[in-house]
Nanobody
């Protein structure tokens, strides 16, 4: 069992930056690949980024590539999402998720076993 708690969301102007954190409970954090998803107003939840268990491999949605960076610190049981050059269309609730058997190619919700409660990111124009 893994419990995930996101933090770091908020209101930011277009072009600004935010760093989201996701703290995981338990001693098996390094056994999970981690991902970030988001759900904008009236939209389906979509894949944003993923990172493998050791943090050496990452994958990004085309819409955030070059602007967002996913990283993890297994000693702190935490995964991060650094978001730069934010756009109004990045406005969404951001969720972190843990995948026991998947990897960086895991881009669908069904690949993930545990989810956080989400943190709101609002980008004003």
């Amino acid at each position: 069992q893994v419990q995930l708690v996101e933090s770091g969301g908020g209101l930011v102007q277009a072009g600004g930056s935010l760093r989201l954190s996701c703290a995981a409970s338990g001693r098996t954090f390094s056994s999970y690949s981690m991902g970030w998803f988001r759900q904008g107003p009236g939209k389906e939840r979509e894949f944003v980024a993923a990172i493998n268990r050791r943090g050496g491999s990452t994958n990004y949605a085309d819409s955030v590539k070059g602007r967002f960076n996913i990283s993890r610190d297994n000693a702190k049981n935490t995964v991060y999402l650094q978001m730069n050059s934010l756009k109004p269309e990045d406005t969404a609730v951001y969720y972190c998720a843990a995948s026991r058997y998947g990897g960086v190619s895991s881009i669908t919700q069904n690949d993930y076993n545990y989810w956080g409660q989400g943190t709101q990111v609002t980008v004003s124009s």
